[in-house]
């Protein structure tokens, strides 16, 4: 892998201009997570209607690799039934991504993952009872 | 003093990193190790390992020997006396000892603790929650926009009488060498005992106890040649003997009956348990090396290199440098543009380039610059100005990988 094939065009471009970025005034749920060993931080803000992701925000700074993937994470979900980030996984923001991804790099690539994935298990823990 | 006569004793700098030569550029973090320490460790395991203190057999008796001669080199390498060098596993838990004993003892409710903006978070996190334990305030000496101690601000914050006060010698974001001196003088003025984080200056520089006249000190082996898992806590000796001992258990005990203890004569109150043997005795061989070059030529050599640098790097447009550029030392944070710093390591180690990207932990001083996270670049002994000018050249490339 070279570098110019991990920051291709497309990545570099929702880096600078993300997809989704800024917050919403009354999200359902919300949830943030951080990279200790980085300091790279990502708030996901989902509003969602009768199981459905009818908005999605992402909030935070970070690389190039993690702010790509939180952009195409909330473009791929907005619309989507909750229920199906149960089953949106590594494998799938890696496809999103396109790119070669190296071990320590993979952090970065599933920060905003693992942010989406807590608010959906939040909001569905609180409304499954 | 020539780096390039060093390196043939550095064995790791003959390996590669994606095809290419390695260049390490991440020395703040941890040093690398010469041939004499890693021979002194293995030595000591394949000759002489067994147990200390304890038995009276001749093994013990030359392990003993080995590891108490090692702390009478670590000693006066800081002018300092073997009692009053006690063992801890790095620069962080000297720390903790300090803040559960010393701290603890002395900070109470509505008391001040008075530390910089510009700490590791190993010297900021144990005040922190020792402050919150006893209801105690943390006090904070800004850094100046030219990442600099605010030293006016610093002697109103010492006229209140904190506690204590815990700084860092040198900054291991900015580079910045602190007037330590000066400011120790200035606590002493107003009897406010003063704790250095000497982590990136006894690595870098000639660092004496005496002539600074701190109450404590700490550093890690790590970083200035020896291996990981040792690290130094120096204490003027009245104030040791004051202290409660940290850890209890084996060889900080005098005398142990099944209700009382009596604690061991310094230093060894403060070494419970097995200490790191071979890591200490390696040690002494980083300080034998150390010393065989000479500090003063050694803080020459980096502040030679980090004035090169920082030459080079003001060359390149859309180089953002933190810090002030004088008075610094060995480190030099910095970013590139709007590119994030973790991309940019992810670049330059494609050319084999090590350097570090993120806080550094130090998070709330990267925030208070206004960014994200910085790169930084940090040398020793080994470095070359020929290190650099490939790093740079590795910069100039990554300008064209993001489409600067
Ligand atoms: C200024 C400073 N203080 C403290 C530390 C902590 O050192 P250690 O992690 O070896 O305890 C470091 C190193 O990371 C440092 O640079």
């Known amino acids: 892998m070279t570098a110019e094939e991990m920051y291709q065009e497309i990545i570099l471009d929702y880096y600078r201009n993300p997809k989704n970025f800024g917050t919403m005034q009354h999200p359902t749920v919300a949830f943030r997570d951080s990279n200790p060993s980085c300091g790279d931080i990502i708030e996901m803000q989902l509003e969602i209607k009768d199981e459905s992701i009818r908005d999605i925000k992402f909030l935070g700074k970070g690389c190039a690799i993690s702010i790509a993937s939180a952009s ?24 999103l991504l396109a790119i070669p991804i190296s071990g320590i790099r993979l952090k970065c690539a599933l920060l905003a993952l693992k942010a989406v994935k807590m608010a959906a298990y939040n909001y569905l823990g609180e409304n499954n009872d | 003093m020539a780096a390039i006569d ?8 003959k390996r590669k990193v994606h095809e290419k030569k390695l260049i390490y550029l991440d020395s703040a973090a941890t040093s690398q190790k010469p041939i004499q320490v890693i021979n002194t460790i293995t030595d000591f395991y394949k000759n002489y390992n067994t147990n200390i203190h304890r038995a009276l057999h001749t093994l013990s008796d030359e392990a003993t020997t080995l590891y108490e001669t090692a702390r009478k080199k670590i000693a006066s390498f800081i002018n300092a006396n073997p009692e009053e060098i006690i063992f801890t596993k790095n620069a962080t838990e000297g720390l903790n000892l300090l803040a559960f004993t010393f701290g603890k003892d002395r900070v109470k409710e509505n008391d001040i603790i008075l530390v910089t903006e510009m700490e590791h978070h190993s010297n900021l996190v144990p005040w922190q929650q020792l402050a919150k334990q006893q209801k105690a305030k943390l006090s904070f000496i800004p850094v100046t926009a ?31 060498i602190n007037p330590a001196k000066q400011l120790i003088e200035l606590a002493k003025k107003y009897n406010v005992p003063t704790i250095l984080d000497a982590s990136q200056s006894v690595p870098h520089m000639p660092v004496d106890v005496r002539d600074l006249d701190c109450d404590f000190l700490v550093f890690s082996g790590h970083k200035m040649l020896g291996p990981t898992g040792i690290g130094v806590l120096y204490g003027k000796k009245q104030h040791l003997q004051n202290m409660n001992p940290f850890l209890t258990g084996g060889d900080m005990i005098k005398e142990v009956s099944y209700t009382e203890t009596s604690w061991n004569d310094l230093p060894w109150k403060f070494e419970a348990g097995t200490p790191p043997i071979a890591e200490v005795i390696g040690l002494g061989a980083a300080v034998d090396y150390l010393q065989k070059i000479g500090m003063k030529s050694i803080q020459d050599h980096e502040q030679e290199l980090t004035a090169y640098a920082l030459e080079q790097l003001q060359k390149i447009k859309q180089v953002k440098i933190y810090g002030s550029q004088q008075e610094q030392i060995g480190v030099i944070a910095f970013n590139l543009a709007d590119i994030h710093a973790h991309d940019l390591a992810t670049v330059v180690d494609e050319e084999g380039i090590a350097i570090r990207s993120g806080h550094h932990c130090a998070q709330p001083l990267v925030e208070k ?8 670049m940090s040398f020793y002994i080994y470095t070359t100005k020929k290190d650099i000018d490939k790093a740079i050249k590795a ?10």
């Open chain 1, 72 to 95: 195409l994470i909330t473009e791929e979900l907005k619309g989507k039934n909750i229920q199906e980030i149960k089953n949106f996984n590594k494998e799938k923001v890696l496809k």
């Open chain 2, 369 to 376: 610059l206004g960014v994200p996270a910085t790169a930084r």
């Open chain 2, 395 to 404: 910069i100039k490339k990554a300008k064209k990988v993001f489409k600067l």
């Open chain 2, 6 to 13: 060093v390196r043939k004793d550095f064995p790791i700098l």
């Open chain 2, 146 to 176: 030219e990442g600099k101690l605010d030293l006016e601000t610093a002697e109103n914050l010492l006229k209140q009488k904190p506690k204590l006060f815990a700084f860092t010698h040198v900054s291991n974001v900015l580079g910045t």
